[in-house]
């Protein structure tokens, strides 16, 4: 048997400095102004073709704010009846937009940026559910235009060497995968976090960085069975996924609101086995153990920035070159990751406001 991880997952450009430029300077304009974005705008500085060209909020304030911060050319507020993105997008100088917003707006901003002709690169999770992801991908093929998930981890050197790794056979066949990612957010139903209207929960948030390591491992699973504590205010404050795989692999993954977990992560092989420790996410060391007696070691890595330069990079180099889609994070496994996701939120019992559209 060998192993089901599919070759598109692994980078072809591995060596490369991601702030090194790949061709033409793309002018980016940012939506929102959270965290999130600050850390974005944060990488996007390091790349030698790429240019702070605009960013878009509600408030007027925060954008002048944010574009003074990080050296924004343009800033836009609402205005009147206009959204702040709307304006952002009638700007004809803007080639690609990154979407920072809650989950349930994605679904209308990324629609406005590909009927605006803008390139896409929008925050996980994608959208609130698979009908709004598949709406969007249509859309985008329809206009021939740029669109990603922005699933950072998937382009982090010690994300691909794991795949690598597991991918490579040195492992034996690999039969289960065990991860988990937790942390106590305070709670509050407007934050963002756990405001239903916002699609807040676990699941939409952090699950998509424990699913993670199952499929780049051992690819979709044919089976999915979920738990886990659903709030007063319909939000899933942590789930437990298993998967199940027709070549007999599982998977368990934990995430969690509530509790501080570990956040390790364990691909076990007939050969051998692979942990990553620290942060599932971003991870520093992997440590691979061959057989009860053989082989031990860890390797390390290092980041350039806030680790988001290289899915940064991807984007980049995929609109300069006149891509679709990139190959390392193709659409399709961003449709089929919000289907396994619906079919959690069925099981658990949680709906959002998106789910009646």
Same mark, same amino acid.
């Given at each position: 048997?060998?192993?089901?991880?599919?070759?598109p997952?692994?980078?072809?450009?591995?060596? #490369?400095?991601?702030?090194s430029?790949?061709? !033409?300077?793309?002018?980016? &304009?940012?939506?929102?102004?959270?965290?999130?974005?600050?850390?974005?705008a944060?990488?996007?500085?390091?790349?030698? *073709?790429?240019?702070? @060209?605009?960013?878009?909020?509600?408030s007027?304030?925060?954008a002048?704010? /944010?574009? =003074?911060?990080?050296?924004?050319?343009?800033?836009?507020? %609402?205005?009147g009846?206009?959204?702040?993105? *709307?304006?952002?997008?009638?700007? +004809?100088?803007?080639d690609?937009v990154y979407?920072?917003s809650?989950?349930?707006?994605?679904?209308?901003?990324?629609q406005?940026a590909? %009927?605006?002709?803008?390139?896409v690169?929008?925050?996980?999770?994608? $959208?609130?559910?698979?009908?709004e992801?598949?709406?969007?991908?249509?859309l985008?093929?329809?206009?021939?235009? /740029?669109?990603m998930?922005?699933?950072?981890?998937?382009?982090?050197?010690?994300?691909?060497r794991?795949f690598?790794i597991?991918a490579?056979?040195?492992?034996?066949?690999v039969?289960?995968?065990?991860?988990?990612?937790g942390f +106590?957010? +305070? @709670?509050?139903?407007?934050?963002?976090?756990?405001? !239903?209207?916002?699609?807040?929960? =676990?699941?939409?948030?952090?699950?998509?960085?424990?699913?993670?390591?199952?499929?780049?491992t051992m690819?979709?699973p044919?089976?999915?069975? =979920?738990? &886990? /504590?659903?709030?007063?205010d319909?939000?899933?404050?942590?789930n437990?996924l298993?998967?199940?795989?027709?070549?007999?692999?599982?998977? #368990?993954l $934990?995430?969690?609101l509530l509790a501080?977990?570990?956040?390790?992560?364990?691909?076990?092989?007939?050969?051998g086995?692979?942990?990553? $420790?620290?942060?599932?996410?971003?991870? !520093?060391?992997?440590?691979?153990?061959?057989?009860? *007696?053989?082989? !031990?070691?860890?390797?390390?890595?290092?980041?350039?920035?806030k680790g988001?330069?290289?899915?940064?990079?991807?984007?980049?180099?995929?609109? #300069?070159?006149?891509?679709?889609e990139s190959?390392?994070?193709?659409?399709? *496994?961003?449709?089929?990751?919000?289907r396994?996701?619906?079919?959690?939120?069925? #099981?658990l019992?949680?709906s959002?406001p998106?789910?009646?559209?």
């Amino acid at each position: 048997m060998t192993s089901p991880i599919a070759v598109p997952w692994l980078s072809g450009q591995p060596d #490369q400095d991601p702030r090194s430029a790949t061709g !033409r300077t793309l002018r980016w &304009g940012v939506i929102a102004t959270g965290s999130i974005a600050g850390a974005v705008a944060t990488d996007l500085t390091l790349l030698a *073709d790429a240019e702070l @060209y605009a960013v878009s909020s509600r408030s007027q304030e925060k954008a002048d704010e /944010f574009a =003074a911060k990080f050296g924004f050319a343009k800033a836009y507020g %609402n205005d009147g009846g206009l959204h702040g993105y *709307d304006r952002l997008l009638a700007d +004809p100088a803007v080639d690609v937009v990154y979407v920072a917003s809650p989950h349930a707006q994605h679904y209308d901003i990324v629609q406005a940026a590909l %009927n605006a002709g803008k390139h896409v690169l929008c925050e996980k999770a994608f $959208t609130i559910n698979g009908r709004e992801a598949g709406e969007l991908i249509d859309l985008a093929r329809a206009r021939n235009l /740029f669109l990603m998930e922005a699933v950072w981890s998937r382009f982090l050197p010690s994300m691909q060497r794991a795949f690598q790794i597991a991918a490579s056979g040195e492992l034996g066949d690999v039969h289960w995968v065990s991860a988990d990612l937790g942390f +106590p957010a +305070p @709670y509050s139903p407007t934050a963002r976090l756990w405001a !239903r209207e916002d699609g807040g929960g =676990a699941l939409l948030d952090i699950t998509v960085y424990p699913l993670l390591w199952a499929l780049g491992t051992m690819g979709f699973p044919q089976t999915v069975s =979920a738990s &886990g /504590f659903v709030n007063d205010d319909g939000v899933d404050a942590q789930n437990a996924l298993t998967l199940g795989y027709n070549h007999g692999g599982q998977a #368990q993954l $934990t995430s969690s609101l509530l509790a501080l977990g570990p956040r390790t992560a364990t691909v076990a092989g007939s050969a051998g086995y692979l942990q990553a $420790t620290g942060s599932i996410n971003n991870p !520093r060391e992997l440590h691979v153990a061959i057989g009860w *007696d053989g082989e !031990r070691r860890t390797e390390t890595f290092e980041v350039a920035g806030k680790g988001y330069t290289y899915e940064l990079r991807e984007v980049t180099r995929c609109i #300069q070159q006149g891509l679709m889609e990139s190959p390392v994070m193709p659409l399709e *496994d961003t449709l089929a990751t919000m289907r396994l996701f619906d079919g959690v939120r069925a #099981q658990l019992g949680t709906s959002y406001p998106n789910d009646q559209h």
